[in-house]
C-alpha cells in the first residue's frame, strides 16, 4: 500500500488522488479530485494483489450501496474494478456531552441512514462517531461503510468502544449496527463510551454500562435496549429511528415492515463549498418561511385536484367494480390476495407512472416465516423481502467461491444474472424476475451435474431450501 507520498495518480482518467484520509486492514481512502466535474471526492481503494472473488465481492457492495439515495447516507459518485468514489465531506461530526435534545436529532438521522442502508442488505460494521459527518446543508451523513454484507464473517481488526459482542466471534449482522449506534448515543449523552480502557473485549461481553443520569427515562431506556449482549434482544433500526423521530410521551404505533426502497431526499445542486462535492439536501429552513410554506400548500392542493380529475376520468365504466384505492400505510389484509397486475392495467393518478418497486419487505401480505422450505412466489415476497433474499442468493454463490468450490466463470455468469433478475424484480417485473432466477438455479445445477459446483455446499443448501433444486 502506499504512503500517500506517491507520485500524482489518476483513476479512470477522471480521479485524481491527494491525500490518504483513512486507512483499514483491506483497503484506504483518499481526499481525491474528479478531473472532469471538478470537485473534491472521496475513494475507497482495494488494496492491491486481491483476487478476482474479492474484488467482485467489494464491486458488488459497493453498488448496493450506491442504491441507497437517502439524505442521511454518504453519495456513492462511481464504482470501479478496485475503488468506490464517493461524495467528500470534510465537516465535523457531533461530540459529546450534548444535551439530550441535541443528541436525540443526531441519533435521529444517523438511525434514519442506517434504516435506509439495512433495507438494501447494507451492514455499516464498523459505526463510530467519526463515520458521521455533516453536510454543507447541515445535514448529517453516515460515512465509513466497511461494504460488508449482512452475516458475513468480519475481518480481523481492533476491538473498539463501539464492536457489538458478536463481532468478536466473527460475525456481524444488521443488530451489530443498533449495539453501535447505542455506543455512540452513550458518547454523545456523557462524553464518555460505555465500555473504555483495559480488556473491551470482556466489557463488551459481559459489563453493563453506568445506568445514564440527567436523561429522559425513554431515551435512556432506548440507549440500554441498544446495548443489550443478545442480538435478538435489541430493536430494529426501524424501532430506533421510529423511537428517536417520535415526541417524548407520544404514544407509538407498532413499527411497520420497513420500505422496499430507501426513501428519497430532496437533492438541490449547488455551488460547491470549499472543497465539499456538491450534493446537498434541500435547506429545512427554506421550508419553514412563509412564502415556501404557502407555495407547498397551493402545489399539494393542485396535485389533489389534478389527481381527482384523472382518477374520474379513468375510472372503470360499465359494472366492474373499481379496485380500492392503495393507501402508503401498510393495512391488514383480509381479502384473499389478487394476482399481479398486468403492464396492461392503467395505474391510477395517485401512483407513479414508473411500475412501483416491489424489492424489499413490504408487500400487501408481508414476507412469509422461514420453515424447512419455500418456493418462491410473485404476490409474496420471499422471507425478509427481495433485497435480503437476492443478497443471501450471492452470498450462497461467494460461499462456493471461497471454498474453491465452483467454477470461476460460473460464479461469474451466476452474479451476474442474479444482478439482472435483480434489476427485473426492481422494475415490477416480478414474474419474470423469479423465471430468470429459477434459470439462473437450472444452470447451475446442470454446473453441478458437470463436476463444475460442489451439490453439498451452501449454493446447494440455499437452492435447495427454496425449491429451486430438487
Known amino acids: 500500500m502506499s504512503d500517500g507520498q506517491m507520485p500524482e495518480q489518476v483513476l479512470s482518467g477522471r480521479y485524481r488522488l491527494d491525500e490518504v484520509i ?12 474528479d478531473l472532469q466535474a471538478d470537485w473534491a471526492v472521496a475513494v475507497k481503494l482495494l488494496e492491491e494483489g486481491g483476487d478476482a472473488v474479492t474484488r467482485g465481492r467489494f464491486a458488488r457492495r459497493a453498488q448496493a450501496l450506491a442504491t ?3 439524505p442521511n447516507v454518504v453519495t456513492v459518485l462511481d464504482v470501479g474494478d478496485r475503488f468506490v468514489v464517493m461524495e467528500y465531506l470534510p465537516g465535523k461530526g457531533p461530540a459529546g456531552p450534548s444535551p439530550s435534545d441535541e443528541v436525540r436529532t443526531v441519533l435521529g438521522q444517523v438511525a434514519s441512514g442506517l434504516e435506509a442502508a439495512h433495507r438494501s442488505g447494507i451492514v455499516h460494521g464498523n459505526l463510530s462517531p467519526a463515520d458521521v459527518r455533516r453536510a454543507g446543508s447541515g445535514v448529517l451523513k453516515v460515512t465509513g461503510f466497511g461494504l460488508l454484507g449482512d452475516g458475513l464473517p468480519v475481518p480481523e481488526v481492533p476491538v473498539t468502544p463501539y464492536r457489538a459482542p ?12 443498533v449495539y453501535a449506534l447505542g455506543c455512540v448515543a452513550y458518547e454523545l449523552l456523557t462524553g464518555q463510551p460505555p465500555f473504555e480502557g483495559d480488556d473491551l473485549e470482556a466489557q463488551h461481553r459481559t459489563a453493563k454500562p453506568e445506568r445514564l443520569s440527567g436523561v429522559p427515562e425513554e431515551l435512556g431506556t432506548l440507549v440500554q435496549s441498544c446495548l443489550a449482549k443478545d442480538p435478538a434482544a435489541r430493536p430494529s433500526m426501524s424501532a430506533v429511528r421510529q423511537a428517536l423521530t417520535s415526541p417524548l410521551g407520544a404514544p407509538r404505533e407498532p413499527v411497520a415492515a420497513a420500505p422496499s426502497q430507501p426513501v428519497y431526499g430532496t437533492a ?26 404557502m407555495l407547498v400548500q397551493l402545489g399539494i392542493a393542485l396535485a389533489i385536484i389534478v389527481a381527482a380529475v384523472a382518477a374520474f376520468a379513468f375510472w372503470p365504466r360499465g359494472s366492474e367494480t373499481p379496485d380500492p384505492v392503495v393507501q402508503a400505510t401498510p393495512t391488514t ?9 398486468t403492464p396492461s392495467q392503467t395505474p391510477s393518478a395517485s401512483e407513479s407512472q414508473e411500475p412501483p418497486s416491489t424489492v424489499g419487505p413490504v408487500q400487501t401480505l408481508g414476507p412469509q416465516p422461514v420453515g424447512d422450505s419455500y418456493e418462491l412466489r410473485t404476490d409474496v415476497p420471499p422471507p425478509g423481502g ?35 433478475a435483480a434489476r427485473r424484480i426492481r422494475q415490477g ?5 423469479i423465471r430468470d432466477l429459477r434459470k439462473v438455479a437450472a444452470e447451475l445445477g446442470q454446473a453441478r451435474d458437470r463436476g463444475d459446483v460442489r451439490g453439498d455446499g451452501s449454493l446447494a443448501e440455499f437452492l435447495t431450501k427454496f425449491k429451486l433444486w430438487p
Open 22 to 33: 483513512d486507512r483499514t486492514g483491506t483497503s484506504e481512502v483518499w481526499r481525491g479530485h
Open 333 to 341: 389484509v383480509t381479502e384473499e390476495p389478487t394476482p399481479e397486475p
Open 386 to 420: 427481495w433485497d435480503t433474499w437476492l443478497g443471501r442468493f450471492h452470498e450462497a454463490v461467494e460461499d462456493e467461491e471461497d471454498a474453491r468450490a465452483i467454477e470461476p466463470g460460473v460464479a461469474q455468469r451466476a452474479h451476474r444474472d442474479i444482478d439482472d
Open 166 to 177: 458478536e463481532q468478536l466471534d466473527g460475525e456481524t449482522g444488521k443488530p451489530a449496527d
Open 68 to 70: 441507497v439515495l437517502h
Open 429 to 433: 417485473r416480478v414474474d419474470r424476475g
Open 268 to 293: 438541490v445542486m449547488e455551488q460547491p463549498l470549499g472543497d465539499e462535492t456538491a450534493l446537498y439536501e434541500q435547506r429545512h429552513e427554506d421550508l419553514d418561511r412563509p412564502d415556501r410554506r
